[in-house]
């Protein structure tokens, strides 16, 4: 099959340039560099910006505003004072799998620093997710998410201390939560409903994930239940959208 221009079909239609053909020049510039990232291989360092600016016959603002583009979409990282290309993004499927699970699969060390692990009392909402009377224990389990000890995201967990109620003494941080409550408690996950959103991390998110404010995040909350229909747990879960794409499989629906 024959894509227009002969490009990759998951790129843009027509390489981005509009219908009347006038190109931004950082567009312009933005594609040359993206084709000399192919060419520079992943971890090499980019040259530097009067370099570049001199080559592609832009201003160093104009370039600017290109790798600026370029590193919010993961193709470049900043790494101390240079810019280096950026590996390819990690796939995490939209599925009961756990984070474990999901970045095991693509040969990188899965990890996570605790931030917090609390007891409070939960509030109506919250409770009603977890099928809980309101005011019941219930634990809330902070994370930082880690691929190769690189931070990627920010997890929040809340789960009801009935149904976990040595959390805080017999479980490793640092593990799979879902690999407890099955290996541990024997607790299986039945089904989820997952809603997927961008937003930008607020300050102490920024912080905690180690990124500028102004990154693009990818924010899933999911509402668990066990193999019987119970509640089980709701996460918060923010991701790096310079390292994440989410994968999922469709089927077709019956009817007409």
Request: charged share 30%; aromatic share 6%.
């Amino acid at each position: 099959m024959e894509f227009p221009y002969g490009q990759d079909p998951g790129a843009p239609v027509r390489s981005g340039v509009p219908e009347h053909g006038r190109i931004p020049k950082y567009y312009a510039a933005k594609v040359a560099i993206a084709a000399l990232l192919a060419e520079l291989g992943e971890g090499e360092p980019l040259p530097a910006e009067r370099d570049l600016a001199q080559r592609f016959q832009v201003s160093r603002e104009t370039l600017r505003q290109a790798l600026r583009e370029l590193v919010l979409e993961g193709r470049l990282r900043r790494m101390g004072r240079g810019t280096v290309v950026a590996g390819p993004k990690m796939e995490q499927p939209l599925s009961l799998a756990s984070y474990t699970e999901g970045v095991r699969r693509q040969g990188r060390t899965p990890g996570r620093h605790l931030v917090s692990l609390d007891r409070f009392a939960g509030p109506p909402a919250l409770a009603r997710d977890l099928g809980v009377e309101p005011g019941d224990a219930v634990w809330h389990m902070e994370r930082v998410l880690l691929a190769d000890d690189e931070r990627v995201g920010l997890e929040s967990t809340y789960v009801a201390v009935a149904r976990v109620p040595d959390l805080a003494t017999d479980f490793e941080p640092d593990s799979s939560f879902y690999a407890y409550l099955r290996e541990r408690l024997g607790i299986g996950f039945g089904d989820a409903d997952e809603r997927l959103e961008t937003v930008l991390a607020t300050p102490r998110e920024a912080l905690l994930i180690g990124t500028p404010g102004a990154l693009p995040m990818l924010l899933i909350h999911r509402l668990s239940r066990d193999t019987e229909g119970r509640p089980l747990e709701r996460v918060r879960s923010l991701y790096r959208g310079d390292r994440f794409s989410f994968t999922t499989h469709l089927g077709r629906t019956p009817g007409p």
